[in-house]
């Protein structure tokens, strides 16, 4: 009997850890924050910059230790980052951008893990039927815009295209999500839609080119490889004009795209960061957030080197890039 009590109160006081541990509720009212962010470019530096002032604002600067990290877009540096999180203990990892996500979401069941600037989550964690709550250590802000309206761009700006490639990087999952649901559209309207993927920054510059030749527009989602390399990519494209799934690809290559705001994605993130820390959240019970708007904007160098009438663009509800 004493043996089984002994069990039994073991069971309860790891059921207690980990219980401690996904509310990441710190005695001392201090925390240590662990950020991996896959890569340097503007929309995911915009949405790490809001995070941590979120943090500051809400649980005050002198009271949050942040810890950010950059992979270098490396899966693999991300698994180490991750990793290094974990064995420090730190009250919660913000992951910055799918590769990120799912190398935090791997690393660790009792860490909070709060992703940002992610597309889709049950894509990128491999959950069928995905009801909007990963139910788990998990949750965080997509930055999806609609789809449906971003396909649309495309025949609104280049009316006489009858054929689109599809721009992406083949090991990006959300970037592959977010073509096949812009092809479905796109095809349903008599468009041809071609796939030109990239395996990473090393040719891109060839598959760009490639479908600049053979598109009458390129569409490209909120790909983090593209943004990385969203100036080589506009070098390849020539004339063909590039409909962009954010503003950082837009500022780059493209003319236009349906834009959100990463600083306040960032920021959201940030703010349900500080709920849980407090304990005033249960993140198995939070559900996926979203940008609270989105803006159609277009690039005006761009646009001026491809001769498109700006004007009429901002007739159509248009602003331009910041």
């Not at 240590?32 to 995070?51: C, K, S, Y």
């Not at 889709?120 to 990963?134: C, H, M, P």
């Not at 559209?185 to 060839?206: E, I, Q």
């Not at 020539?238 to 799934?245: L, Q």
């Amino acid at each position: 009997m004493k043996l089984k009590r002994l069990i039994s109160l073991l069971l309860v006081a790891v059921m207690l850890l980990g219980t401690l541990s996904m509310t990441a509720c710190s005695a001392d009212g201090t925390y240590t924050v662990g950020v991996i962010q896959l890569v340097t470019h503007p929309a995911l530096d915009a949405a790490t910059e809001g995070f941590v002032q979120a943090l500051k604002d809400k649980l005050g600067e002198e009271n949050v230790t942040i810890d950010i990290q950059n992979a270098a877009n490396s899966t693999d540096t991300c698994a180490t980052i991750a990793n290094s999180f974990v064995t420090k203990n730190v009250d919660l990892i913000m992951a910055n951008a799918t590769p990120a996500l799912q190398a935090a979401y791997n690393a660790t069941t009792k860490i909070p893990i709060l992703g940002t600037s992610v597309t889709e989550y049950g894509v990128a964690l491999g959950i069928k039927d995905f009801s909007g709550t990963v139910g788990s250590n998990v949750s965080g802000t997509s930055d999806l815009a609609d789809l449906e309206k971003q396909a649309q761009m495309i025949l609104d700006l280049v009316p006489t295209a009858t054929k689109v490639g599809m721009l992406y990087c083949s090991s990006e999952a959300n970037s592959d999500y977010q073509v096949k649901k812009v092809t479905e559209y796109l095809t349903a309207k008599g468009v041809t839609c071609t796939n030109y993927a990239f395996s990473d920054s090393n040719d891109v510059g060839t598959v760009a080119e490639k479908a600049a030749k053979e598109s009458d527009a390129i569409y490209i989602p909120t790909d983090n490889t593209a943004a990385s390399c969203a100036e080589t990519i506009y070098g390849k494209t020539g004339k063909t004009p590039v409909i962009a799934g954010e503003s950082g690809i837009c500022s780059g290559c493209g003319i236009a795209t349906l834009s959100i705001s990463y600083y306040d994605l960032g920021y959201k993130t940030g703010e349900m960061a500080a709920s849980i820390l407090k304990g005033d959240a249960k993140i198995e019970e939070m559900a996926i957030a979203y940008a609270p708007q989105e803006t159609k904007k277009y690039n005006p160098a761009i646009c001026a080197d491809l001769g498109i009438d700006t004007a009429a663009l901002e007739e159509l509800g248009y602003t331009p890039l910041d």
